[in-house]
């Protein structure tokens, strides 16, 4: 339960039908094996203590009364398991019979909750036993003690901020407007639903979007338990698939028929800083619409190791199908910027610097994607490659290949000559390899583009990627500098598989194969003299791995995570590649950079959003330059 972190878990237990003795024995042992995964939240299903498939021994006195007696057994010997769980039994009330869930923790029944959407349609016949619900929160007696009966109930934990939850029963989620809508406006950031949904053709690949959607749209955790084996087959077969979802992702889904237990790490703190950022949904703090009932409970706060899948990579996803599919979306969306402004402006011609690195690879292929949209010649782009002191044969040559493969035109100019007059107006020593040094070649490269753009009467398409903006990795009035940035938006990590996709869908031997040896090339802007022949000045030496720092960026700007809980998040995401140390000392390295770079990032050329992250001063970041770093840095300090 530390940092908004918890455990959920959605059980069916293997039932009898109407035999309530034997099912809340099988519902007691799955609260158990709950309790020692580490479960804190437990979800049963719909009528699971009689069994859904009664039928007309609903009416039976006995059948009810056990319910009722073997409810309290329940309640009483489930009081040492720390949990909140919910289970469902019909409840009758001043001669009414309701389909209830029955909210349970530490020893006390918290509340009932009933179904207010009753079918009776196709195979279910429920209005022939069953009232449906008020919402209104009534008194009801239960083993000599009041209990709240309604659905409009809101169960508050005073233990951990955040986690608020509420109940709706199977067909309440199937209906125009659930009772979850309601709830969550209300509060609740977790759902349960106790569900008894049989199985046909299909009907789990449209359950499953149905859930995943609703916590998606509702912003919330939804854990749903469906009844399963053990229920009568004499006209319906129930699977048990269960399912927990987090804001759209499913994060366990029961397979196949029959019974189980499934888990799921919920992040409430993601919740509920996903809900302070979109302020349109309305949402209230719990019972402060005035229809709702809050009943608080405790649970103990505790270490949970986490068995949630963290991706290490935040802006790139892991499925081969889908990255490939994302790849092709934002080329599309970078060239459709592009497009736009050089219609806007009427321009019919592009200006690149070329180094053969990562970045001006990518922009080159977005530019050449808007020249072919357009209709406007692919020899209107012009690639500009500035060889100086840094630069090796290895980028040269494959900024010079990757250009004429294209279709561009490719233009040298040395600038070495330049940039030394430079520094012998300005009395640098050609020798002292400082910032000046590095800064002056990066200067006089921005420079010759905007005049030759000038000449030919383009715009010069800046290169620099999210990462570099977010670290400040970029000379100011330099490779900072643009007239249209292509690649502003998209994060080193992404970069690298954008420029894989086009290598693996150029149908370009040659092209394919330079684009491959760009990927294989390290990550440097060649300001300082090879070594050999080779690369000096590795970026990732110097500030980082990128891997990290877009880790790092994506959990601060889309979340706002503190320091200590993206440490731990960072730690289980990239266990076995990264000891913790090292991520804590790039995490500083992180902090230190971005607020102090900030300024560079208020004066960006335009250039289009592609992701939910972005550093535009126009757009995503309205973030002053002189914020002060000490809170965040205190707090990492405080982590060694």
């Known amino acids: 339960m530390e940092q908004g972190f918890i455990r959920a878990a959605a059980g069916t237990p293997k039932i009898q039908v109407a035999d309530p003795e034997h099912n809340a024995g099988q519902i007691l042992t799955m609260m158990e094996q709950g309790a020692k995964q580490g479960a804190k939240i437990m979800v049963f299903p719909e009528l699971c203590l009689t069994g859904y498939t009664c039928g007309d021994l609903f009416l039976q006195d006995s059948l009810l009364e056990s319910a009722k007696r073997q409810l309290a057994r329940i309640v009483k010997e489930s009081a040492h398991f720390d949990m909140i769980a919910f289970l469902g039994l019909p409840f009758q009330h001043q001669g009414k019979l309701y389909n209830t869930a029955a909210v349970a923790a530490g020893g006390k029944l918290l509340g009932l909750v009933p179904k207010q959407n009753i079918p009776n349609y196709s195979e279910f016949y429920e209005l022939r036993h069953f009232t449906p619900g008020s919402q209104k929160p009534a008194w009801v007696e239960f083993e000599g003690q009041s209990v709240p009966m309604g659905a409009n109930l809101l169960f508050a934990c005073s233990t951990m901020p955040g986690l608020v939850l509420a109940a709706e029963i199977c067909e309440d989620v199937w209906v125009p ?85 499934i888990y799921g790490d919920l992040d409430l703190r993601r919740l509920v800083n996903e809900r302070r950022r979109m302020n349109t ?54 060239a459709m910027g592009l497009k736009k ?24 292929l977005v530019t050449a994607r808007a020249f072919d949209s357009l209709g406007i010649p692919r020899d209107h782009i012009l690639g500009v490659t500035m060889p100086c002191f840094g630069t090796t044969d290895r980028t040269y040559q494959n900024a010079c290949v990757m250009t004429e493969k294209l279709g561009a035109k ?87 598989h954008l420029v894989r996709y086009c290598a693996d869908t150029c149908k370009e031997e040659d092209l394919g194969r330079v684009l491959l040896d760009v990927l294989d090339t390290p990550v440097s802007p060649e300001l300082l003299p090879p070594d050999g022949g080779v690369i000096s000045q590795k970026t990732e030496d110097l500030v980082g791995p990128y891997e990290l720092h877009d880790f790092f ?52 050329p335009d250039g289009p959003k592609v992701g939910s992250v972005a550093v535009s001063p126009r757009g995503d970041l309205r973030m002053p330059s002189d914020a002060s770093s000490s809170l965040w840095l205190k707090q990492a300090e405080a982590l060694s």
Not at 310 to 327: M, N, Q, T, Y
Not at 345 to 351: D, I, K, L, S
Not at 419 to 427: C, E, K, S, T
Not at 555 to 571: C, D, H, N, Q, T
């Open 410 to 496: 490719l233009r040298e100019i040395d600038i070495r000559e330049s940039v030394l007059a430079h520094f012998r107006d300005i009395g640098q020593d050609k020798d002292n390899h400082d910032v000046t040094y590095e800064n002056g070649q990066a200067r006089e490269r921005t420079q010759v583009l905007m005049d030759v753009a000038n000449q030919i009467g383009g715009l010069v398409i800046g290169t620099g990627d999210m990462s570099e903006l977010a670290l400040g990795w970029a000379t100011y009035n330099g490779d900072h500098m643009s007239m249209y940035g292509v690649n502003g938006s998209v994060p080193k990590t992404l970069v690298r």
């Open 341 to 364: 402004r050089l219609e806007h402006t009427g321009t019919q011609y592009a200006v690149l610097g070329i180094s053969g690195g990562l970045d001006s690879t990518l922009a080159l």
């Open 177 to 261: 407007e659930p009772p979850s809508i309601r709830h969550v406006c209300a509060g609740a950031t977790v759902v349960a639903n106790c569900s008894a949904s049989d199985e046909t053709v299909g009907k789990d690949q449209y359950r499953k979007s149905l859930i995943c959607g609703q916590s998606a749209r509702l912003v919330c955790g939804y854990v749903y338990a469906n009844a399963g084996e053990g229920e009568s087959t004499q006209d319906l077969v129930f699977g048990g698939h269960n399912i927990i979802a987090e804001n759209g992702t499913c994060l366990g889904e029961s397979k196949g028929l029959g019974c189980g237990i």
């Open 553 to 604: 960026l994506y959990y601060v700007l889309r979340f706002g995570y503190e320091p200590a809980r993206i440490l731990r998040m960072a730690v289980h995401a990239f266990d076995g590649e990264y000891q913790r140390e090292v991520i804590l000392k790039w995490m500083k390295v992180f902090y230190r950079r971005f607020f102090s770079q900030q300024f560079k990032r208020s004066c960006l």
């Open 281 to 334: 949904h309305g949402f209230h703090w719990p019972g402060e619409d005035g229809d709702h009932m809050t009943v608080e409970f405790r649970l103990r706060r505790e270490h949970l190791q986490l068995r949630r899948q963290i991706a290490p990579l935040p802006f790139v996803p892991s499925d081969p199908g889908e990255r490939e599919k994302r790849c092709e979306q934002i080329l599309s969306i970078q």
